[in-house]
């Protein structure tokens, strides 16, 4: 019996507008990455990639969308580095057989961390935002990664005004010229010596940074980096003293949103590998019904 072989309409029909189109491809594509840590732990995640290609043939129909999923596939073998991202970049390129010429990888997951508490020795995990970028050109390849990492902040000018309450209260309630400390400090940890507190907010840090072909950032090593250059990560699991930590933590860590901004800004200039980056720092005031925000970036004249 004779087999026909199945019709390939992208290769045997030529489009009735040629034109060339800059990316073509699929979003969403669900994978699982494996990512070294810097603990030599190998990390297993679930993954959500889009991927595409450019199509440089003003006459072709369209590119070969199968054999790119075919190409991410791979990633279950793979673990998630450099080499082979650029390697996957090649084949998307080779598998349109001459079609095109560039090559783009999107790839988003959580990238979940270990996190031990402050005093109690608990531990518990927390989930970051990351997507990376990889993309191939006819010179180079060129990389990219965003990461969000949340904590928290207290208002320094909330906390001078609580201060000011606290003490006209310890002037009002003890009005005598010299105080009993036993009386003091009793009413301190009573209900009245509950005067005012400062507000506080969960506030978030939205990092983008362009690496160009230069290494990769170990994400989780970057990610404790910055966690403690800003001081006040939230926490996971916590006992009693590990809030009670917390607490002092925020009060010894008085922030506007510039203060982050800058100790951010800081950092992020000292990495070398950095080509550039732009990042978001915002505060979900608990005074206000809207956030205080700061955006910064290296090279203003340039697109991330």
């Not at 090649?90 to 979940?112: R, T, Y």
């Not at 506080?200 to 966690?227: F, K, M, N, V």
């Not at 002092?248 to 506007?256: D, H």
Request: glycine fraction near 4%; charged fraction near 20%.
């Amino acid at each position: 019996m004779l087999v026909q072989a199945l019709p390939d309409i992208t290769s045997d029909i030529y489009t009735e507008a040629p034109a060339s189109l800059q990316w073509v491809g699929m979003e969403a594509i669900a994978v699982p990455i494996s990512m070294e840590q810097a603990s030599g732990k190998l990390m297993q995640m679930s993954a959500k990639a889009n991927v595409f290609v450019s199509l440089d043939s003003p006459e072709t129909k369209g590119i070969h969308m199968s054999r790119l999923h075919l190409v991410i596939n791979k990633l279950d073998d793979l673990t998630l580095e450099q080499n082979n991202i650029n390697d996957l970049l090649d084949q998307m390129v080779d598998s349109q057989s001459g079609i095109s010429g560039q090559a783009k990888i999107e790839l988003s997951f959580d990238l979940l961390l270990k996190k031990s508490a402050l005093l109690s020795g608990e531990s518990g995990y927390q989930s970051y935002p990351v997507v990376m970028r990889a993309e191939k050109n006819a010179r180079e390849y060129n990389y990219a990664f965003e990461i969000t990492i949340p904590y928290s902040s207290t208002c320094p000018c909330s906390a001078s005004l609580t201060r000011q309450l606290y003490a006209n209260a310890i002037n009002t309630t003890f009005a005598d010229s010299t105080i009993d400390k036993a009386d003091l400090l009793t009413w301190v940890q009573s209900q009245q010596g509950s005067v005012a507190t400062p507000h506080s907010q969960r506030s978030y840090a939205y990092i983008h940074l362009s690496t160009g072909d230069a290494a990769w950032p170990e994400l989780s090593s970057l990610i404790l980096q910055l966690e403690a250059v800003i001081g006040t990560p939230v926490q996971t699991a916590v006992k009693r003293s590990d809030e009670q930590e917390f607490a002092r933590l925020n009060a010894n860590n008085l922030m506007f949103c510039e203060d982050a901004a800058r100790r951010i800004k800081q950092h992020l200039q000292q990495m070398a590998n950095v080509k550039d980056y732009w990042f978001k720092v915002e505060h979900q005031e608990s005074l206000h019904a809207h956030n205080a925000v700061v955006i910064d970036r290296k090279n203003s004249d340039q697109k991330i």
